[in-house]
Structure formats: structure tokens, C-alpha cells
């Protein structure tokens, strides 16, 4: 952005002096009273073209660093989504575990609290053995968005990596 600044002001500087040679074109004499030359003329004709030409290429530089930042901004804000999705995910993800392990540890109870003998133990037993199985179905499920997730990561890393 330093380079932007020096050239606008390089820019400024130069505008600057084409208006005050634009000023001495329309003046039929020099203030040494010495009339002005065509060299002198075409001389501010050509530093008006460069400076014309420097303008155009600062304004080519701009348009380009505001394409740039604008892609970006939105590279950012698509990673930043696609973020929140995995977060919201794990976080649902999470509250089931969390749940699941509630009712296990229910069972739990239930089962010190009952008879070993009967259909109410045997019943407890059964809703204890689905909480578990129901609790290692979201670890590993959890588990494997994890690994997703890293992967996702890693990808880019080893695919520029052959590249290389």
C-alpha cells in the first residue's frame, strides 16, 4: 500500500506541475518576458503523456488489488462457514454423547439398585447395553469427523506438496 501512496503522490506532484505549464501555454510570454518556445510545449505534452500514462497504470494497479482483496474476503468468509458447519456439527455431536452417557450412567443405577434376578434386571441390563452400544456408535462417529476434519486439512498440504 506504500508503493499506492508514493504513486499518488508522485501522481499529485505531476498534475501539479501540468497545470501550472497549461498555465504558461495560454501565456503569450515567460515572466522574464521571453516568448515560449515549441520545445518547451512539447516537452509539457510529454510529461503530460507519461504522467497520463503512470495514472492509467496506477489505476490498473488499484483494480487489481481491490480484485484481489475481494477474492479474498470471500475465500475467507466461505472457510469461515464451512467452519461454523463443522463446529455446529461436533457440537450436536457432543450434546448426543453427552445424552447417551446420561442414560448410561441411569442404567448403571438402575442395574446396582435391582436384583440380579427377574425381568426388571433383565430389562436393565438390556437398556444399559444399548446406551453403551449407542454411546461407542457416537465416539466413533465423533471420531471419524475428526479425522475427516484433519484430512481436509492435510489435503491441500500434500497435494502442493507433489507439486513441488
Known amino acids: 500500500m506504500s508503493d499506492v501512496a508514493e504513486l499518488e503522490r508522485r501522481l499529485s506532484a505531476a498534475l501539479e506541475r501540468i497545470a501550472r505549464g497549461v498555465e504558461q501555454i495560454g501565456a503569450p510570454e515567460q515572466p522574464d518576458g521571453a516568448p515560449q518556445g515549441a520545445a518547451e510545449i512539447e516537452q509539457l505534452r510529454e510529461t503530460l503523456e507519461a504522467e497520463r500514462s503512470a495514472n492509467a ?41 453427552k445424552q447417551v452417557n ?46 475427516d476434519a484433519i484430512l481436509r486439512e492435510l489435503k491441500p498440504i500434500v497435494e502442493g506438496g507433489a507439486d513441488a
Open 57 to 97: 497504470q496506477l489505476e490498473l494497479r488499484v483494480v487489481a488489488l481491490t480484485e484481489k482483496q475481494e477474492k479474498l474476503v470471500a475465500g475467507l468468509e466461505a472457510e469461515v462457514a464451512r467452519l461454523r458447519g463443522e463446529l455446529d456439527a461436533r457440537d450436536s455431536m457432543i450434546r448426543q454423547v
Open 102 to 147: 446420561q442414560r448410561l450412567r441411569e442404567s448403571v443405577r438402575a442395574l446396582r439398585s435391582e436384583q440380579p434376578d427377574g425381568d426388571a434386571a433383565a430389562r436393565a441390563i438390556d437398556q444399559s447395553m444399548r446406551a453403551e452400544l449407542d454411546g461407542l456408535r457416537l465416539s466413533r462417529e465423533s471420531d471419524r469427523a475428526e479425522l
